[in-house]
C-alpha cells in the first residue's frame, strides 16, 4: 500500500528543491544528499519490493522475438506498458521506436531514458526461457531485454508515487540498436522525432551497476562482395575465382596491426558465396567489423582493409588469364566515436550515484545507443541494469537476479537528480 500523505511530503519538498536549483542555475541535485532524504530513501525500497514483478516481466518480454528489423511485436507490448503507466503522448515513430513523456513542471531539461527493443538474433530463434537454478537462460534476456524491464520498473515507481520533478523524463525503447541496424533507432530519435528537444540521453544496457559507459567505441562496418563470370570448375579453370580474391583479401587483412591503445580492433565475422563444389564461383562475399573509440586508428585500420581488398581484386585478376574480379564494397554500418565530458552533470550525477549507493564508479567505453548523441554534443551515457548478464550474443545467454534491484534504484535516482 501508498502511503499517499508521505509521498505527498516528498512531491512538496522535491518541487521547492527543484525551483530553487533551476533559478539559481546550479548543476544536478547531490545524490548524496538526495539519498538523506527518507521519502527517497522509500522510492528505492518500492523498486526493491517491485523487483518479483519486474523479473515476471522480463520472462515475459524476452519471450516476445524481437530479431534484427522486426521488432514490431515487443514495440507494442511496450507502447501497451507505456500507456498503461501513465506517460503521455505515446506513440511509435516512423523507425518503430516506441516513445512516451512524463512531464514535468517544466518542458526542459528534457532527459531522454532509453533501452533497445531489438536482438541479434534470427527470426525462428527458441527465446522461451529457461531456469537453471536462479539463473534465466534465453537469447537477449540480458541484452537488452533486461533493459526494458528496468524501463517500466522506473516508470511504474514514478507514476505509482507520483514523484514530481522540474524537468521532464522521457522514455524510448529503441529499435536497431544491434549489428546491421546500425543505430538507425537512435539516429531516427535525435534527427527527427525529438530534433533538438533532448538535454540527456541515459541508454540502459549491460548488466551491473558500477560502470558508466561515457566512451562511443566507433565502428565501421562493410559488406564486400567479389565478382566474376563464373563457370565449371574444370572446364573453366583458369577463370578467376572471387572466393580465391576474398581469400587473398582475408589473409592480409588478417595480418594488419592496430594499436592496444586506443584499443582498435578488426573482424570478418560473415562470409558466403558459391554455388557448389564443382563450380568456380560468380561471387563471393564477407562482412567486416572494424571498431575503435578514436576515429585516427578507426580511419586507418579502415584504409587498410580497403586497400587489401583493392589488392587482392589486382592479384586475383594477374594469376588467371580468363575474366576480370570486381569488388563491391558496401557501407553497412556507421557509428560515430565520442565521449561525453566528466565535467558534465550527467556523468558527475552518474558517479555521484553509485558511490551514494555504496559503488566505485568505473568510466568504461562501449558501442551503444549513447555513440550518436555524443557525436551531437549532447551529454548521453549508458549504465548498467543490475543483476549478472553472461553470454551475451549467443544461445547460451543469461541472466542473473542478483541484486537486481539496485540496477532501477541507480537509474531512478540518477533521473531524480537531474531533474529533481
Known sequence: MTNHSFFGGLRSRLMALAFTVVAAGLPAADPAVLLKDPAVQSLLEVVRRNEPDTMALLVRLTEIPAPPFKEEARAAVLRQLFEQHGLKNVFIDRAGNVVGTRPGAQPRPNVVVSAHLDTVFPEGTDVTVKHD????KAPGIGDDTRGLAELISVLRVLQETKTPTTGTITFVATVGEEGL???????ELFDHTLKDQVDMFISIDGGGTGTITAFGVGSYRYRVTFKGPGGH???????????????????????????????????????????SVNSIPFEAWMEIDMRSPDPVPLGAVREQILAAVDTAVKAENARWPKGAITADVQLV??????????????????????????????IRASSTDANYPMKLGIPAITVGTGGISRDAHSLDESYEPVDSWKGPQHTLLLLLSLTR
Open 333 to 362: 554500418g556507421d557509428r560515430p566515436p565520442g565521449q561525453t565530458s566528466a565535467d558534465t552533470a550527467l556523468v558527475q550525477g552518474a558517479q555521484g550515484v553509485i558511490r551514494a549507493l555504496g559503488g566505485v564508479p568505473v
Open 133 to 136: 537454478g536462479s539463473r534465466l
Open 233 to 275: 570448375s574444370y572446364g573453366a579453370f583458369g577463370l578467376v575465382n572471387p572466393i580465391h580474391a576474398l581469400g587473398r583479401a582475408a589473409a592480409v587483412i588478417a595480418d594488419i596491426q592496430v594499436p592496444a591503445s586506443p584499443k582498435t580492433t578488426f573482424n570478418i565475422g560473415r562470409i558466403g558465396g558459391g554455388t
Open 181 to 187: 541496424g546500425d543505430l538507425r533507432g537512435v539516429k
